[in-house]
């Protein structure tokens, strides 16, 4: 059942990349740059699913010591933060450069997002149909991951650091009434609860059918 679980996190990338060929055209015209982490700092809703959960711990515990506790201690934060409703800068973007630690398997709340217009004070700005095409990927990674839950990072990390849910999730086992407190308390998602989305449109349709 293990393998399994590890079988199906392997389908991930090609979720997102799914994604990315879908926003392709809208993309375009995104004013992104490196460095530039308003959305990592002020948006402050970094949902992932108990899969990119795993996926994040296991990238985590390659990280050197020094690096790995100041981590830890941030998302206890960042926690801490949600918690109190206040939004929280996320633990794995770098002080020096507002760059980030694991970009290359960041979580789908990061890659759906992207501006038409500098954010500068204002939230993100993007196209309606890149929005639908994003609510639709999280529906298809949150029924690939049917045995798990949604929720802000530090929320799902703190559950997949407990060593007795971290090894039921992977053992394929389904109990959401072990976590239903911390689960009500912090707004946690049923991934198999949420019902599937479909698109409403045809996204061959090009520049011409923008916001
Ligand atoms: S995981 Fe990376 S891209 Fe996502 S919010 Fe954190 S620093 Fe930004």
């Given at each position: 059942m293990a393998q399994k679980t590890q079988d199906k996190i392997e389908e991930l990338p090609e979720i997102y990349s799914d994604f990315e060929k879908s926003v392709y055209e809208y993309k375009k015209s995104a004013t992104c740059k490196i460095g530039c982490a308003y959305c990592c700092i002020y948006v402050g809703n970094v949902d992932i699913t108990t899969m990119e959960g795993i996926v994040i711990q296991n990238r985590l515990e390659t990280f050197e010591k020094k690096l790995k506790a100041n981590i830890r201690k941030k998302l206890d934060k960042n926690k801490a933060e949600r918690e109190r409703g206040v939004l929280a800068r996320c633990a794995f973007l770098k002080e020096e450069d507002n760059t980030c630690l694991i970009y290359d398997i960041r979580p789908f709340s990061c890659r759906r997002i992207y501006s038409i217009k500098q954010c500068n004070q204002s939230q993100p700005v993007v196209h309606r149909q890149a929005i639908e095409l994003a609510d639709y990927t999280i529906s298809k990674l949150q029924q690939l991951d049917d045995t798990g839950y949604s929720g802000h990072m530090s929320f799902i990390l703190y559950l997949l650091d407990k060593s007795g849910f971290r090894k039921a999730y992977l053992g394929g086992k389904f109990n959401p009434g072990k976590i239903m407190n911390f689960g009500k308390s912090h707004g946690?998602?049923?991934?198999?609860?949420v019902k599937p989305k479909s698109l409403s449109f045809n996204n061959n349709l090009g520049l011409s059918h923008l916001l």
């Open positions: 946690i998602i049923i991934n198999r609860s």
